[in-house]
């Protein structure tokens, strides 16, 4: 299990600070983009997932944790980089509303957003294409935006609050710019490689010395993008050539500040595009420099006098995205398509960066007394956990570099520990339904159809032989009933449904009746789907997405809808509504207490913001999409266990999340325990601190976490003594004496 994320997670009201937060998904699969490696601290990493999360890891990339979740949940965060002085990031978000189009500077210390920088007046269509920063406050910024005039390249040297055009394609032969850059030794010093354009005329590298009045055009006709400068001698500098089939493929060098330029003599294979991504000079070591090319590493210890290159095949490695140079040794980490990977020798070899980060669409949890397995697909295969043992097994994965993975759907039997069922395949020659009685290991054919989409698999109660396979074919759902005794023989029988076709919401198989929802209502079969009674009509165009059983009152079901919860006591008599107006997507009834149920919301059309709720035996308490830190998922499912729920999220970037929190009725929603708050005193604190609260209760106890999870100091008193502490950040819990937790941040100086 993965350390919990403290800074995240100990800052939030109420059960949230006793609420256990992990990664769970193997991190043989890990996609992160733009990595970057701290300046100042030695092994630490930052790096940006898939989405709009920043993730950071202390050991040089052996184990992560969040560092920021950005709010807007399709928000992709780009251009990742760590700011001169080493004290603060520096990002774009792409995906987003013109208003969230903005550079943000997030401090590194203390985690949070110090100051972002709009677009240019009038640009707000625009998308960052790329910006260089100078300093470490930004407030010396040239950015490259792709406009709908084409593109355009705007200077500042006050944060942004004014910005001066300093180049216009439509001025210069509508010739794109593919990077920009300022001289490490000159802010006034600007660099423009010239990419294609719809004229005869591509390429070059402008060059001003007057931030940007007047340019000057070296290597003309030569189609540039990557640039980078020696970093203790800002006249040292490279350029790469771009995709281009009149431009040879080259590195040029200028000793000389731009002045003149030479092609370094370096024999490049052949392959499909032909282009150098990215140039990178080590930051302490300035003899040390890496070229990544479309499926070469390019490599040099001596300043350029001789150059080892290393060309590889396209499943080991091919385009690299994004490389940064380890500070502290000559070793880089290198961002592709497929995961990132390490090199310790300048390219010759590499090896895998894993990361728990990556894109799973499908969860399924099944529990079975003190045995709990966690089902989930990844890389075009699935996995399995065990959670008795700890120990994780992968099947039917495919290659790193395939380009499109499959995708499994996975239901697990609630009545067989250990079976579940299996449903993927393709178009063309249909899809499979497979059935596998040790958790995946094996697996059985049971079915082909041509629907694209598994709804459920529900099993008989009274012949776990006997099961239901609800189908979806683009809206129009079909219901077929499976004999399953003989796993060489089986049998099928289509299930005739009632109403108009239309795709099915869930089916409950009890005993003596089966209740389906299709469309908008719902019906029930006392002779196993040989006729059918329509139970409830929701209101027109409502959608269901899950319908279950409470296993501990059977007249009790409820569903998840497009319009909130809908929940009966009396066998569909009666309905209450609950969350109205919220597309709830999953819901579960706990088989511990009778009554309580989780729901869980995804990302949708009608929300960004993915969260649970929960129905405690009183009224609903919502974990909130901010709790849960912004995490964008189209999949979850629950377990529970005494008074607690473990919910697994399949993420867009963050694999599963296991999110195990205790039923309570200390919501964030409860304005009781928003009324609770803490403060520490004196803070920053060099020796003894004190822990008070603006609320009734007093403190009964405190511990202090460092960034990354560790508990370093606890006292069973508002008071704790921090003077053994290093100087830093750190989070104080306090528990008070009606059982309330929340926490605080405390510098210590």
């Given at each position: ?22 990664y ?24 940006a997932t ?11 990339g ?5 560092q ?21 990031l520096?990002?774009s ?45 930004a ?10 005039e ?29 990077s920009?850059?300022i001289?490490p ?15 005869d005329?591509?390429?070059?590298i402008?060059?001003s ?23 203790n ?25 731009g ?12 392959f ?26 390019v ?17 080991e ?10 500070p ?14 390490r ?20 969860v ?38 395939t ?7 996975i ?29 995946g290991a094996?697996s ?83 002779d ?38 809908y ?42 913001d993915?969260?649970?709720?929960y ?9 909130s ?5 912004y995490?964008?998922?189209?999949a ?15 993420t ?8 195990s ?60 003594n ?9 989070i104080?819990k ?6 309330a ?9």
């Amino acid at each position: 299990m993965k350390k919990i994320t403290i800074l995240a997670m100990l800052l939030l009201a109420g059960y949230a600070g006793q609420a256990q937060y992990s990664y769970e998904a193997v991190d043989d699969y890990g996609k992160l983009s733009t990595i970057t490696y701290d300046l100042l601290v030695e092994n630490k990493i930052y790096a940006a997932t898939q989405t709009n999360h920043i993730v950071v890891s202390y050991d040089n990339g052996e184990t992560w944790d969040l560092q920021y979740a950005f709010p807007d949940t399709v928000g992709q965060i780009k251009n990742l980089i760590a700011l001169p002085g080493g004290e603060n990031l520096c990002f774009s978000v792409s995906n987003v509303a013109a208003a969230e189009n903005v550079i943000h500077i997030l401090n590194i210390a203390d985690n949070e957003i110090i100051s972002t920088f709009g677009l240019p007046e009038g640009e707000g269509d625009s998308y960052i294409s790329g910006y260089n920063i100078y300093d470490s406050e930004a407030t010396t910024i040239l950015l490259n935006l792709s406009t709908s005039e084409g593109h355009k390249v705007y200077y500042t040297t006050t944060s942004g609050e004014n910005w001066t055009l300093v180049y216009n394609a439509q001025n210069y032969n509508n010739v794109a710019i593919q990077s920009v850059a300022i001289s490490p030794g000159n802010p006034s010093k600007l660099f423009l490689t010239r990419g294609h354009s719809p004229s005869d005329v591509d390429g070059g590298i402008f060059i001003s010395t007057n931030a940007g009045e007047t340019w000057t055009e070296k290597l003309p006709g030569i189609v540039l993008n990557p640039i980078d400068f020696k970093s203790n001698n800002p006249n040292d500098i490279m350029v790469g050539t771009d995709m281009f089939i009149d431009t040879p493929e080259n590195l040029y060098r200028s000793l000389d500040g731009g002045e003149t330029w030479n092609a370094i003599p370096i024999a490049w294979t052949d392959f499909v595009l032909d282009h150098i991504i990215m140039i990178k000079y080590h930051p302490q070591d300035p003899d040390v420099i890496f070229v990544l090319e479309e499926n070469e590493i390019v490599y040099t210890e001596d300043g350029g006098t001789t150059w080892q290159t290393t060309a590889y095949e396209e499943d080991e490695y091919y385009a690299g995205l994004w490389i940064t140079v380890n500070p502290f040794e000559k070793e880089a980490i290198i961002s592709t398509d497929s995961y990132p990977s390490r090199t310790v020798d300048g390219g010759a070899t590499l090896t895998q960066v894993k990361a728990p980060f990556y894109n799973v669409s499908d969860v399924t949890a099944s529990k079975f007394g003190a045995s709990e397995h966690l089902y989930y697909n990844a890389q075009g295969g699935y996995q399995h956990k065990n959670y008795a043992t700890g120990i994780s097994a992968s099947y039917e994965t495919q290659p790193i570099s395939t380009f499109s993975p499959r995708e499994y759907r996975i239901v697990a039997d609630p009545y067989t520990e250990g079976r579940v069922f299996l449903y993927t395949g393709s178009g063309m020659m249909g899809y499979n339904l497979y059935i596998s009685n040790d958790h995946g290991a094996t697996s059985t054919p049971i079915l082909n159809d041509f629907a694209p989409y598994l709804t459920d698999v529900v099993v008989d109660p009274d012949n776990h032989n006997s099961i239901y396979v609800l189908l979806d074919n683009w809206g129009m759902g079909s219901l077929v009933k499976l004999n399953i005794a003989d796993l060489d023989n089986v049998t099928s029988e289509p299930v005739i449904t009632p109403g108009d076709d239309a795709s099915f919401g869930g089916l409950i198989a009890y005993s003596n009746k089966l209740v389906l929802s299709k469309a908008n209502k719902l019906y029930t079969s006392t002779d196993e789907g040989a006729t059918w009674t329509e139970l409830y009509a929701l209101p027109e165009n409502i959608t269901v997405a899950d319908l279950t059983a409470n296993p501990l009152n059977n007249a009790a079901f409820a569903l998840a809808s497009s319009n909130g919860v809908y929940a009966t006591a009396d066998n569909g008599a009666t309905f209450t509504l609950s969350h109205e107006g919220m597309d709830t997507r999953k819901i579960e009834f706990s088989d511990v207490t009778d009554g309580i149920m989780a729901v869980g919301v995804y990302n949708s059309v009608g929300t960004n913001d993915a969260h649970i709720s929960y129905f405690n035996g009183s009224g609903w308490v919502t974990v909130s999409s901010q709790e849960m830190n912004y995490i964008q998922s189209y999949a979850m499912d629950f377990n529970f266990s005494g008074d607690n729920i473990n919910a697994y999220i399949g993420t867009v970037d963050m694999g599963v999340i296991r999110y195990s929190f205790a039923i309570s009725t200390a919501g964030i929603n409860d304005p009781v325990a928003q009324k609770t708050a803490v403060f520490a005193a004196p803070n920053p604190a060099s020796g003894i601190v004190t822990i008070h609260t603006t609320g009734n209760s007093a403190i009964k106890s405190v511990e202090v976490y460092n960034i990354t999870g560790q508990k370093v100091a606890q006292a069973a008193q508002p008071s704790v003594n921090v003077s053994h502490l290093s100087n830093g950040i750190y989070i104080v819990k306090a528990e008070t004496v009606s059982g309330a937790v929340t926490s605080v941040k405390l510098v210590k100086e």
